[in-house]
């Protein structure tokens, strides 16, 4: 009788161990992901070094490469600042290179090595086997996904700040329905009823571009009517506006 | 009594020896039954996801998974879409369950962190990551939900947001509200993106 007492006292602390192993787990394991922290983000640090866009919402295509963002899109820095309802980005492959570079690809005959191999990785190298630095060389030859187009539609109103330490200046607006953002030309060009204001005076055109690279200067193309307080008065120079 | 006391010892073996291999230690995996079903609690979950074509589109990661039916519960998911044929899981560097999960860099990193990150052997493979805090997996339809706050990481641009929706198997992936992205445009064309040229010290930003 006192074996079968021992015996059902081994077997009951076995099973209340037992009875205990998710906790056991939760413990044990718990501790693994104390490097995921998210929380330790705070606004002003993110807004420091970077312009950042805010939406409503966003839809990010990576099949098509395709980024869009909904909704009371802002885009906002020290100098300019671009509104719509909506702004779509275009990736595309390109040689130029990329911040930080593009994916490894597989290596077709790695891979059939691969399999045979046991998946062992050396210090050094990655799990097909190559060595680090040549994966580096790699990507430097291989084709990069950068931007290449943005657009922005909806009620897009670009706004370039006028110059702090210029008293009498002021802030340039262009308003229009449609903007496209072509990353090569470093070009924006606004479509549908362009209108380009500063203080009392409005240009209405054909189009408003926005020369990114020569300081954003901005130009209407074809401009029909000039709009100075009460008085306006026509126009048929082909192109117009300034700095 | 001999026969019967011989029973009883033969049966407490069975239950000692059942109950010590479910102690086996370091097993990521344990079940429990609940009143209204089962469901099991895994551990260091990766659940890899092939195409037609024996491909690895993406993997999904979860430091915990509870699955329930076609459910599965994650907590710290990670989304890693992978780019390029890969056919075997051997091919990629898997997030090693002995590390720490990486954490998501901040919006607005600078270079040398976005470098870091991208060229580390568990990314190198990568399109892009989706982590979150927590997030629902549907094995069936292959959609992974949240209502958590979501970190979504490219080379090309970061967005950060309130839940999402990814639809894995198209890639794609929608953010609910709250959305704040950073581009990484081309070197020349961060202009749009930072103050005009006229500031002394601007292209010392990026």
């Keep these: ?243 | 009594m001999g026969l019967r006391a011989r029973k009883i010892h033969a049966l407490s073996l069975l239950i000692l020896t059942a109950a010590l291999c479910c102690l086996r230690p370091g097993t990521p995996i344990s079940a429990q039954d609940i009143s209204s079903g089962s469901y099991t609690v895994l551990k260091r979950y990766i659940y890899p996801r092939y195409n037609g074509d024996s491909e690895i589109q993406y993997l999904v990661y979860g430091a915990t998974a509870i699955n329930k039916g076609s459910l599965i519960y994650l907590t710290t998911p990670m989304i890693d879409i992978v780019d390029g044929s890969y056919t075997s899981i051997r091919q990629i560097d898997t997030i090693d369950a002995k590390d720490p999960y990486p954490a998501p860099y901040k919006l607005g990193s600078e270079e040398k962190i976005l470098r870091r990150f991208w060229t580390s052997t568990h990314h190198k493979h990568s399109q892009a990551w989706i982590f979150a805090e927590k997030a629902t997996f549907d094995k069936s339809t292959n959609i992974l939900t949240s209502d958590d706050p979501a970190y979504f990481r490219s080379r090309q641009l970061d967005a950060d947001g309130i839940g999402f929706d990814a639809f894995n198997d198209r890639k794609f992936i929608h953010i609910r509200s709250n959305v704040r992205v950073v581009l990484r445009l081309r070197e020349k064309a961060l202009k749009i993106e930072e103050p005009a040229p006229s500031t002394s010290n601007k292209g010392d930003k990026q």
């Design chain 1, 1 to 243: 009788m006192t074996s079968h007492f021992r015996t059902f006292l081994a077997v009951s602390g076995v099973l209340a161990a037992a009875a205990f192993q998710p906790a056991l787990h939760a413990q044990g394991f718990g501790g693994m992901f104390s490097g995921f922290s998210m929380n330790g983000v705070t606004q002003e640090e993110e807004e420091e070094t970077s312009t950042v866009i805010t939406a409503s919402a966003a839809d990010i295509d990576l099949e098509h490469n395709v980024i869009t963002l909904i909704g009371d899109v802002v885009v906002d820095d020290q100098e300019n600042k671009i509104t719509c309802n909506k702004m779509t980005i275009y990736l595309e492959e390109d040689a130029a290179d990329s911040l930080v570079g593009t994916a490894d690809k597989p290596d077709e005959k790695a891979s059939a090595n691969k399999e045979e191999k046991p998946a062992v990785v050396k210090p050094g190298e990655d799990r097909n086997g190559k060595d680090a630095k040549e994966d580096d060389k790699d990507d430097d030859d291989e084709a990069k996904k950068n931007i290449s187009k943005i657009v922005c539609s909806g009620d897009v109103v670009y706004m370039k700040r006028a110059k702090p330490d210029d008293p009498n200046g002021q802030d340039q607006i262009a308003m229009s329905d449609q903007a496209d953002y072509d990353a090569r030309k470093e070009i924006i060009v606004m479509t549908g009823n362009p209108v380009m204001m500063q203080g009392a005076n409005k240009m209405y055109g054909d189009r408003i571009e926005i020369l990114i690279k020569d300081g954003n200067r901005m130009r209407v193309i074809n401009p029909k009517v000039y709009y100075t307080g009460d008085s306006f008065l026509s126009n048929n120079t082909k192109s117009g506006g300034g700095r």
